[in-house]
Nanobody, 122 residues
Framework: QVQLVESGGGLVQAGGSLRLSCAASGRTLSSYAMGWFHQAPGKEREFVAAISWSSGRTYYADSVKGRFTISRDNAKNTVYLQMNSLKPEDTAVYYC???????????????WGKGTLVTVSS
């Protein structure tokens, strides 16, 4: 069992920055991947970024490359999503996820947080 709790969402102006955090508890994450997905109203949940807990290898959706950075703090069992140059289209609920392997398909991830809302004003 892995439990995930997101934090850091809020309201920010276009062009601004925000950092999301996801604190994990439960099983060791040494063999897990962690990721971020977002879901806007009326749209499907979409892959944003992922990181291998052990190696630190990262993966990004094309829409966020160069703007978002995923990172981890092993000691704190926490993964972060640094979001820069935010756009109104980034507005969504952001979810943290964990699984044994990385996929861009949300249904293949086993564990999920409850989400944190990010609103980017124009």
């Amino acid at each position: 069992q892995v439990q995930l709790v997101e934090s850091g969402g809020g309201l920010v102006q276009a062009g601004g920055s925000l950092r999301l955090s996801c604190a994990a508890s439960g099983r060791t994450l040494s063999s897990y991947a962690m990721g971020w997905f977002h879901q806007a109203p009326g749209k499907e949940r979409e892959f944003v970024a992922a990181i291998s807990w052990s190696s630190g290898r990262t993966y990004y959706a094309d829409s966020v490359k160069g703007r978002f950075t995923i990172s981890r703090d092993n000691a704190k069992n926490t993964v972060y999503l640094q979001m820069n140059s935010l756009k109104p289209e980034d507005t969504a609920v952001y979810y943290c996820a964990a699984d044994r392997s990385i996929s861009i398909v949300s249904r293949l991830w086993a564990y999920w947080g409850k989400g944190t809302l990010v609103t980017v004003s124009s």
